[in-house]
């Protein structure tokens, strides 16, 4: 079965950063996904790992570690239309299926 | 324009009655997937096919049912069956070829009368 736990909440002040933790116990690995969803909409495609280390992509980087199960979404210079909510999935065999944590809110304030 | 297409926005059931959500894409991609969303949860696997005329039960399949007849479409019936419903479908494909990664549509609000 699949085990993925991240952060339920998470606050920071704009133009700031924030790291986002995702741990996974997978029977097998095949790829990590992390998507950002605002209240009320559909979850939208952020970022993908797959190998160890770190992927950029403008304000947002996400790194992994395999070894670890352990990844993290970082959001640098934070902006208040970050506020939402962060799901990290895992595909964890040779089909097509994922597995997602249960999301974390991250308020940005003023 | 490519993408995936769910309607209708929102849907009222009433008790007893079995209603169908529909989920079409022009993407051309051969996985599909059902999600359920409760409030301030995560997803949960409901179906999903790897291909036409094939498809397996994912976490929470008790109470639903599906098709694929084509490539395109994957409709989930919400039976009577299912006694609490209510909640946001997701419908889902998956691109495997360059960079993989799972798009979503937009959605269908399911409530209950």
């Known amino acids: 079965g699949q085990n993925i736990d991240q952060p339920t909440e998470m606050t920071a002040t704009e133009g700031a950063i924030v790291q986002i933790n995702c741990t996974y116990q997978t029977s097998g690995f095949n790829g990590l996904f992390w998507y950002q969803q605002h209240a009320g909409e559909a979850p939208t495609f952020l970022s993908y790992n797959v190998l160890d280390g770190l992927e950029e992509k403008g304000r947002f980087s996400s790194f992994l570690s395999r070894s670890k199960g352990y990844s993290y979404l970082l959001l640098k210079e934070l902006q208040m239309k970050d506020s939402a909510s962060y799901l990290c999935?895992?595909?964890?065999?040779?089909?097509?299926?994922?597995?997602f944590g249960a999301g974390t809110t991250v308020t940005v304030r003023a | 324009d490519g993408g995936i297409t769910q309607s209708p926005k929102y849907l009222f059931r009433k008790e007893g009655q079995n209603v169908t959500l529909s989920c079409e894409q022009n993407l051309n991609h051969d996985a599909m997937y059902w999600y359920r969303q409760d409030p301030g949860q995560g997803l949960r696997l409901i179906y999903y096919s790897q291909i036409v005329n094939d498809f397996q039960k994912g976490d929470i399949a008790e109470g639903y049912s599906v098709s694929r007849e084509k490539k395109e479409s994957f409709p989930l019936t919400v039976t009577s069956a299912q006694k609490n419903p209510t909640a946001f479908y997701l419908c889902a494909t998956y691109r495997d070829r360059g960079r993989e990664t799972q798009y979503f549509g937009p959605g269908t609000r399911l409530l209950v009368l």
């Open positions: 999935a895992v595909r964890d065999g040779s089909d097509y299926k994922l597995s």
